[in-house]
């Protein structure tokens, strides 16, 4: 087994997760506005997806997605259609919040806490639908995330065309699918931990629609680069 390969591996996955984007978008939004549940399931589909990630690349077959030139600009379609989707649906809600404190009375906006009744009539028109989801929605909601994100494809075909070479055994590339799997469990699993405590849970349900407003940027951001990659280069 090579063991400096795979801890160079996982401190690059490391430090990836870490990375703001649209996985740590979604957990912090999951964890805040929702229960500590549904935002560990989230955390476990994130990690299911990588893991899935992970098994393609080593198997070569991202790569064979990746040179199809067809396949791959589905792939992106897909990707950003339903990544486009979610951030629309974030802004719209955040939106929606702005204008429902617009037109209350001064005494009633100094009292809200972003109540859970408008928390759910505002995001029922996406799957981050904050007080209502389920903890199979949630998982669902992080492993699509992930999954239909072609950054991520790309991401993990480049860091194993380049660094996993055909030398490599057996044993070395299970034992990456699984460290690169518990790493992303446990990260995104703390940060939900962390963030779903009733405490952060009451400070950051204020700042409902700024969460919205900022994942449903980084959402679309990401979409119309996608977009733009896609249709332009």
Same mark, same amino acid.
């Given at each position: 087994m090579d063991i400096q390969l795979i801890i160079t591996l996982s401190f690059i996955?490391?430090?990836?997760?870490?990375?703001?984007?649209?996985?740590?978008?979604?957990?912090?939004?999951?964890?805040?506005?929702?229960?500590?549940?549904?935002?560990i399931a989230a955390a476990l589909g994130i990690a299911g997806a990588i893991a899935i990630h992970t098994l393609?690349?080593?198997? !070569?077959?991202?790569?064979?997605?990746?040179?199809?030139?067809?396949?791959?600009?589905?792939?992106?379609?897909? !990707?950003?259609?339903?990544?486009?989707?979610?951030?629309?649906?974030?802004l719209k809600a955040a939106i929606a919040h702005r204008k429902q404190k617009t037109a209350e009375p001064p005494l009633q906006q100094h009292n809200e806490q972003y109540p859970k009744e408008q928390?759910?009539?505002?995001?029922?028109?996406i799957p981050v639908q904050s007080e209502q989801l389920s903890v199979f929605q949630g998982f669902r909601i992080g492993l699509l995330t992930n999954l239909l994100n072609p950054k991520a494809l790309?991401?993990?075909?480049?860091?194993?065309?380049?660094?996993?070479?055909?030398?490599?055994?057996?044993?070395?590339?299970?034992?990456?699918?699984?460290?690169?799997?518990?790493?992303?469990?446990?990260?995104? !699993?703390?940060?939900?931990?962390?963030?779903?405590t009733s405490n952060m849970q009451q400070r950051f349900r204020r700042m409902g629609p700024a969460i919205d407003l900022l994942t449903g940027t980084i959402f679309v951001i990401v979409a119309v680069t996608i977009l733009y990659q896609l249709v332009f280069l």
């Open positions: 996955h490391l430090i990836a997760l870490i990375s703001p984007g649209p996985d740590l978008a979604i957990i912090i939004r999951l964890a805040t506005l929702a229960s500590r549940q549904v935002a393609l690349s080593l198997t !070569g077959l991202s790569l064979a997605i990746h040179n199809s030139s067809q396949l791959y600009a589905l792939v992106q379609l897909i !990707g950003a259609s339903y990544l486009g989707w979610m951030g629309i649906g974030a928390a759910a009539s505002e995001l029922a028109a790309v991401f993990f075909i480049t860091l194993f065309s380049t660094l996993v070479t055909p030398t490599v055994t057996v044993a070395s590339k299970v034992a990456i699918g699984v460290i690169f799997f518990s790493l992303s469990f446990i990260w995104f !699993g703390l940060v939900s931990l962390m963030l779903s």
